[in-house]
């Protein structure tokens, strides 16, 4: 069943970079998953021109039976405001993987949201995220992981890494742990930057274009959110739908 939030402010913490004035005509509604014990389960999620409006959000609500796993994999690469948001509850043993990627440039704004709850012993996580933005585009990330007191033998991991591709542009990373237990592995990153200049000499030295160096290294910089999705062909999908974004910037 789903139920539907009432109108958020960035007075929330978690819409505190959204573009809340353009969610008057859209639906908050969550979508309710459930993996069972022992079971498996993957999205898929792409925003591209293809399929997309001006605003998009999804908003995902999981909860993963013990020994189970869940899989997200997406990529926001359209909509001048999408979000995807996501609540993950873990059982026992359960585990929750994802990867993100949003890319964007003009005044777009594009982000994940994701609250991961350890609600069992001996549950895993890890999420890896990816943001590559130019003109005045912003990308964000923002990731609660909070671990109940009985929750022992946790391991849980955020990795947020951002690329500014021109001055003007943004990406803001909130990562939030709420820890309860105490015999835990948690740990999150995030970390923003530009193209790496002396790889860009090193490629032109050896006859790249300008154009394609930094394709290559944005190629490589991405990939790295898509390094757990085993389907290769799913893979291929996601990482084409973020570069051909680029191939129009460039």
Same mark, same amino acid.
């Given at each position: 069943? =789903? ?13 505190? #970079? ?6 008057? +005509? ?37 909860? @993963? ?15 001048? #405001? ?65 671990? @109940? ?22 990406? +803001? ?10 015999? @835990? ?12 200049? =002396?790889?860009?000499? #090193? ?14 290294? @944005? ?32």
């Amino acid at each position: 069943m =789903s139920d539907v939030a009432t109108l958020p402010t960035r007075k929330d913490e978690a819409w505190r #970079y959204a573009a809340v004035d353009r969610l008057r +005509n859209s639906d908050l509604a969550w979508r309710q998953i459930d993996v069972a014990a022992g079971e498996s389960a993957r999205e898929l999620l792409l925003v591209t021109d293809e399929n997309s409006c001006e605003t998009e959000v999804t908003r995902l609500r999981v909860t @993963v039976g013990e020994g189970a796993r869940f899989e997200l994999f997406g990529v926001i690469a359209s909509a001048d #405001y999408a979000r995807v948001e996501v609540e993950v509850t873990l059982g026992r043993g359960a585990h929750f993987e994802m990867g993100g990627i949003t890319v964007g440039g003009r005044e777009t704004v594009r982000e994940f949201v994701t609250r991961t709850t350890h609600a069992e012993p001996d549950g895993t996580s890890n999420q890896t995220v990816r943001a590559v933005h130019w003109g005045k585009g912003t990308g964000n990330f923002l990731g609660s992981i909070d671990v @109940v007191r009985h929750a022992q033998k946790t391991d849980a991991a955020q990795d947020f890494k951002g690329l500014l591709l021109e001055k003007g542009a943004s990406v +803001n990373a909130v990562p939030q742990l709420e820890i309860f237990a105490d015999d @835990v592995k948690c740990a999150h990153g995030a970390t923003v930057g530009q193209l790496d200049e =002396s790889a860009r000499f #090193y490629m032109a030295a050896r006859g790249l274009t300008p154009e394609l160096s930094r394709r290559l290294l @944005v190629q490589a910089f991405i990939g790295d959110a898509l390094v757990s999705l085993d389907d290769e062909e799913a893979q291929e999908r996601l990482l084409q739908a973020a570069l051909d974004k680029l191939d129009k910037h460039l």
